[in-house]
Structure formats: structure tokens, C-alpha cells
């Protein structure tokens, strides 16, 4: 399905009384270089057509600098990596730029070693229009907790952070409102739970742990979940970040079907899953890690009125209970939540997957039907609170980030590359 995400940048622009140039990715969860670059209709039809028809370096600079807009790069789709790209990663990529923009704009000099050098140094900023009265740039991110914000903020980011999958999921699963297949009944539960887990390449390689624990506990029965032994090498392959999740064998994939669904299907739900399953584990993105950098993934079941265990960073339950969410501590051990040691939280959460897959029958409905009450809060404040509150922070933090901006606009940059171009 398609993902308009261009549609949540210019609505993110127009919460706002600031004037910005949006820079992201493009297909949106891409981190390839050569798709990063300007949402050409951030700046209005006619003043692009100026300045794609300007002749001369001065003209290009004058333009720009009467708007003289803030630049914001958009990396809140996946997380932060503050060292995902080199020195000559950059050098190579803002060269093919500016040998470009120089041929179409006839800026003269604009391809020289030197300028090209200067702004491969400033990162993706350099990427950016560097001809600016603002020596920062606003990074619009949505994790907490992390070191990588730090970094960038050390390296002439102005941090905006706001919960970008809060505002996507509430687009995205707003026909779950209304969805009659998704009210709850009991006697429809077939599955304890239900298990989405596609992928396990990168930050997500724990999910093979996990899939092998499911079936060295004879969890498999009471789940319903698929597996996918392929992602990009076959799983026994793969070189583990963290060993401690190393699976022990490699036939995980005689245990569960095989999972043949696209990147996108977590855009969507599948309504006779849920109406089918009491509990969803949420496999998160993140999960060997200190951030808090929760996707749709998480907002899923409770989009669909449903519970859940939270597979994520440690303290991530803690972070949905600050958004109003509730969460089903007295139901469900949810001390999970705080053991830091990553194999630790996952084998805390498989043991609960095992109590309560192990209760007598009619006290396992009597745990759903309480649970149910529990998530059924979650479902009427996601559908009628939550995406205000989101919107407001998103508010609050870029107003304040755009104060830090004007602090810092000498027009140093434009100053020392103007002076290479000599």
C-alpha cells in the first residue's frame, strides 16, 4: 500500500508559524544518500520556479535568503545513526549535487574541492542549501533517551522531537474504530497469542532468540505466528551484533509458516487475527538498545482494543503510560519492563507467555475479558485524546527549537562558503 508520509511533513509544517525547508528521505525508510533531499513543495510553487530559473550565484542567494527559511531534516522514520554514513560518503554524494546544481543554475565554483570538502564535514547539513542566514539545523527525530540526539546536537543539530508512528498509526488504523469484526468476544479467542515477526535483520536480530524460545517452550500451539528464515541471507548466516542471541539450532522454520509479508504490511491489521488472539507480542524495532523509539508496532493492538506484552527497550511501557496509555500490571507481569540485560527481558517475557498459556481454560477468559477492559481505555483514548497530545508536544518542542535557531544565524556558513567559491 502506499505510504503518503509527504502528506504528514506538510501538515507538520502548516501546525506551525515558522518557515521551513523540509529535507527527508524518499522512498520514506530509505537511508540511501541518494534518496535524501528536499520536499520541493515546502516553498511555494512560485518562488521554486524563481529560483529553478535564477542565472547567476547572486540571484540564487538572494532568493534564499529572503525566505530565509529554517532547514528541518526529517529522520523520524528509523532510528538514529550518528555514524551511519563516512566522511567520503558525503564528499561523493555533494559533489554529484553540486556539479549538478552548478550546471543548472550556473553558480560558478559551486563544484570546487573545497566547497565540496566544507560541507561534506557538516553531514547530512551539508546536503542541505547551505546558502542560509541559520548556522543550525532542526532535526526532527522521535527517539528519547539517546545518545545519537546527543551527538547530533553536538554536531549543530537543534533536536525536535515528537512521536512520529503516533501521529502515522492514528492514520493508518483509523478504520479500527469502527471495525465490527474487532469487538471483543471470548469465545472467539482461538490464540493465546498473536506474533508478528517478519524481519531480523539489524537491531532486530533478537527476534531469532525468540522464535527459538517460543518452540523450546511448546508455545508454538498458542500462538499464531509466522517466521521468515530469509531476510536478505538465510538466518544462519548472520553475523549476531549481540551472540547472546545465537539460536542453538536452524530449523526454526519447521515450526511456523513462512512469513512472506512486505516492509509495508505493518501499515495495516489483519481484523481476524485480533478478534481471534487475547494477547499480541509486539516485536519492536528496537529492543537490544537503552532508547525509546516505539513504531506503529506497538500502537497496533491498542489501535485494535487488544492487549499486549511489549517486546522494546527497556522502560517503553513506562513510556506509553506517559501518553495516557494504560498498561496490565495486576494482569500480566509487566516486570519485564525494567530488566536491563536484553536475553534476560526477552526469557522474562517467554515466561509469561508460558503462565498464561498453562492457566485452566476458564480462568485464562476471565483473564481476557479483564485485560479486554483494560484495552478497551487504551482503544477510546488513542481514537480521542492521544494524536492532540501528540500534536501539541510536536508544537511545543519545535517552537522551542526554532528559539535555539534564532540564537545561532550569523550566516557563518554562508559567509566561508561564499569565500571558497572566490
Excluded at 85 to 94: A, G, K, L, T, W
Excluded at 188 to 204: E, L, M, P, Q
Aim: aromatic residues 12%.
Amino acid at each position: 500500500m502506499s505510504v503518503p508520509l509527504d502528506r504528514l511533513y506538510h501538515y507538520l509544517d502548516d501546525c506551525v508559524n515558522h518557515d521551513l525547508l523540509i529535507y527527508g528521505w524518499s522512498t520514506h525508510g530509505s537511508r540511501n544518500l541518494d534518496d535524501f533531499g528536499m520536499l520541493l513543495d515546502t516553498i511555494h510553487p512560485e518562488e521554486w520556479a524563481v529560483l529553478r530559473a535564477v542565472s547567476t550565484a547572486q540571484e540564487f542567494k538572494s532568493i534564499v535568503l529572503r525566505n530565509n527559511h529554517a532547514v528541518m531534516i526529517c529522520h523520524d522514520q528509523e532510528p538514529l545513526d550518528i555514524n551511519r554514513y563516512s566522511f567520503e560518503n558525503f564528499q561523493n554524494i555533494i559533489k554529484k549535487k553540486h556539479q549538478k546544481d552548478k550546471e543548472a543554475l550556473s553558480i560558478k565554483n559551486f563544484d570546487r574541492d573545497s566547497v565540496i570538502d566544507y560541507c561534506a564535514q557538516l553531514g547530512l547539513r551539508g546536503m542541505t542549501i547551505p546558502i542560509n542566514h541559520y548556522d543550525r539545523t532542526l532535526l526532527l527525530h522521535s527517539e528519547l533517551r539517546s545518545l545519537h540526539v546527543v551527538n547530533f546536537e553536538q554536531q549543530g543539530y537543534v533536536p525536535v522531537y515528537y512521536w512520529s508512528h503516533g501521529m502515522i498509526a492514528h492514520d493508518w488504523f483509523r478504520y479500527a474504530d469502527h471495525d465490527p469484526i474487532l469487538k471483543f468476544g471470548p469465545e472467539k479467542i482461538v490464540n493465546d497469542f498473536v506474533i508478528y515477526n517478519r524481519s531480523w535483520a539489524g537491531t532486530r536480530e533478537y527476534r531469532l532468540c525468540f522464535a527459538e524460545q517460543i518452540v523450546k517452550n511448546k508455545l508454538s500451539p498458542h500462538c499464531k505466528m509466522s517466521f521468515n528464515p530469509y531476510d536478505g541471507i538465510h538466518y544462519s548466516q548472520h553475523q549476531f551484533v549481540n551472540p547472546v542471541f545465537r539460536p542453538t539450532s536452524f530449523n526454526l522454520e519447521d515450526f511456523f509458516p513462512t512469513n512472506s509479508h512486505t516492509a509495508n504490511a505493518s501499515a495495516d491489521y489483519c481484523s481476524i487475527d485480533y478478534a481471534n488472539s487475547g494477547i499480541e507480542v509486539v516485536l519492536e524495532t528496537l529492543f537490544d538498545d537503552t532508547r525509546w523509539h516505539l513504531t506503529e508496532k506497538a500502537l497496533r493492538p491498542i489501535a485494535c482494543g487488544r492487549s499486549f506484552l511489549l517486546m522494546a527497550a527497556p522502560g517503553s511501557l513506562h513510556y506509553l503510560r506517559q501518553y495516557g496509555f494504560k498498561t496490565f500490571s495486576g494482569l500480566l507481569d509487566e516486570s519485564y519492563d525494567t530488566i536491563q540485560h536484553p536475553r534476560q527481558r526477552l526469557q522474562a517475557v517467554i515466561t509469561e507467555m508460558s503462565r498464561v498459556a498453562n492457566l485452566p481454560q476458564q480462568e485464562k477468559i476471565q483473564l481476557f475479558v479483564k485485560l479486554n477492559q483494560v484495552a478497551e481505555h487504551n482503544k477510546h483514548h488513542f481514537f480521542n485524546n492521544f494524536f492532540d497530545r501528540v500534536k501539541q508536544e510536536y508544537i511545543s518542542n519545535i517552537d522551542h527549537a526554532i528559539t535555539i535557531m534564532n540564537q545561532h544565524k550569523t550566516g557563518k556558513h554562508d559567509r566561508n562558503i561564499s569565500a571558497l567559491m572566490q
